[in-house]
Antibody, heavy 121, light 108 residues
Framework: QVQLEESGPGLVKPSETLSLTCIVSGYSVNSGYYWGWIRQPPGKGLEWIGSVYHSGSTYYNPSLKSRLTFSVDTSKNQFSLRLSSVTAADTAVYYC??????????????WGQGTLVTVSS | SYVLTQPPSVSVAPGKTARITCGGYNIGSKSVHWYQQKPGQAPVLVIYNDDDRPSGIPERLSGSNSGNTATLTISRVEAGDEADYYCQVWESSGDHWVFGGGTKLTVL
């Protein structure tokens, strides 16, 4: 059974870069899935950030695309997110997730527990 | 960009049927997925492809999708169904996921 765990700083300063890693266990990141990132500001709804394939193929939320970078490290079985020039509006619980099956438009059935990232000086 | 509209809240008595709608232009032409999220927890996929249930999801939860509205139906509502529910579609014109704003289901 796949398990996902988000890892990264809980506090980031405005204008800096937010970096998170999703550590995957019980399944290979090489195995044909578009691994996803989703966030949720405190008290608000879900916002899809984007998804990444092990080959480097990506899909992005258009509103975040200019600030986003994804990567996959198959040797460590993990994938990562970098969001640049953050503001308080980027404060959220960040989730990583795996879809139900292969394909880029498949919903997510496995989620990490989420990690709160606060943007503040 | 494509917008999904959900009612902010729905209330229902135990044992009754709850219907949560998700409105979007010609949503009937898209596959709609539904998530349940309880406080402090990650979302859980409860319906995919309009009306399929992942393993472990009770048959009391069902979905439908036609025209400009998709609906999540929860029959014989239980206290444990109290949660936030989100619809989701893939917007193929821009190749990205879109979530609805979420509906808080309250069991009276």
């Amino acid at each position: 059974q796949v398990q996902l765990e988000e890892s990264g700083p809980g506090l980031v300063k405005p204008s800096e870069t937010l970096s998170l890693t999703c550590i995957v266990s019980g399944y290979s990141v090489n195995s044909g899935y578009y691994w996803g990132w989703i966030r949720q500001p405190p008290g608000k709804g879900l916002e899809w950030i984007g998804s990444v394939y092990h080959s480097g193929s990506t899909y992005y939320n258009p509103s975040l695309k200019s600030r986003l970078t994804f990567s996959v490290d198959t040797s460590k079985n993990q994938f990562s997110l970098r969001l640049s020039s953050v503001t308080a509006a980027d404060t959220a619980v960040y989730y990583c997730a795996r879809p139900l099956r292969g394909g880029w438009s498949v919903p997510y059935d496995s989620w990490g527990q989420g990690t709160l990232v606060t943007v503040s000086s | 960009s494509y917008v999904l509209t959900q009612p902010p809240s729905v209330s229902v008595a135990p044992g009754k049927t709850a219907r949560i709608t998700c409105g979007g232009y010609n949503i009937g032409s898209k596959s709609v997925h539904w998530y349940q999220q309880k406080p402090g927890q990650a979302p859980v996929l409860v319906i995919y492809n309009d009306d399929d249930r992942p393993s472990g999801i009770p048959e009391r939860l069902s979905g439908s999708n036609s025209g400009n509205t998709a609906t999540l139906t929860i029959s014989r509502v239980e206290a444990g169904d109290e949660a936030d529910y989100y619809c989701q579609v893939w917007e193929s014109s821009g190749d990205h996921w879109v979530f609805g704003g979420g509906t808080k289901l309250t069991v009276l």
